[in-house]
């Protein structure tokens, strides 16, 4: 399994540590037009990601068991976890 991803997404970076991500899908819930559950059962971006409402970023990386998923600004402070 590959580590981690990264993306910019509406004006945020978006990281997904894939080595922590059990699956559950409620980031997919959330943002499914960034986010799918790929055939090793662990997200990842899907192939086109457009700029969404931060809250909806927010939200799904809040929503993470595991923190998997970290948010930063644009200055590069993390939001979330």
């Known amino acids: 399994m590959d580590g981690t991803r990264e993306r910019e997404i509406s004006g945020m970076t978006m990281r997904i540590d894939r080595t922590l991500c059990i699956g559950s899908g409620n980031c997919t819930n959330i943002a499914p037009e960034v986010f799918v559950i790929k055939e090793d059962n662990i997200v990842d971006f899907q192939d086109q990601t457009p700029d969404i409402e931060e809250g909806r970023l927010e939200e799904a990386a809040a929503i993470c068991p ?16």
């Open 66 to 81: 595991v923190d998997a998923l970290i948010l930063e600004d644009e200055n590069g402070e993390q939001i979330v976890p």
